[in-house]
C-alpha cells in the first residue's frame, strides 16, 4: 500500500445498534465496543469450524448486507462439501449471536 494513512474499513451496518462494523484480531465486531455493544461476528467460530470453515471478509459483508449469506465448501461430518445459507441470529435466552444453518431445497 502507498498510502500512509490505514483506511478503517467498514462492513456493514451493526445489527443491534447500527454503527459500523469492523475487522479486529479475532472477529468482526461493532465500532461501537467502547460503549458497550457487544455484537462480534469470530473468525473461528466453532459452529463453522466443525464444518472446516473460517468466517471470511466477504461472508460477514454479505450476511450483513442482505440477513443471509450463502457459505460454500462446508464439510460434513462424513466428509462431503456441501454449501448451505446461514443467519447470523441472536439467542433468544441470551445476548449472543449464533450461526444458524437454512437448507435449500
Ligand atoms: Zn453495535
Redo the contacts with the bound molecule.
Sequence with gaps: MSREKKQIEVLGN?P??G?GIIEGQKGFG?S?WKIG?K?VIWKNDKFLASMKKKTSKTMVKTLLKNGVVTVKGLTSKKGNKFDANMRYEKNADNEFFNWKMEFTK
Design positions: 451493526c443491534v445498534c454503527s461493532c461501537n455493544c455484537f
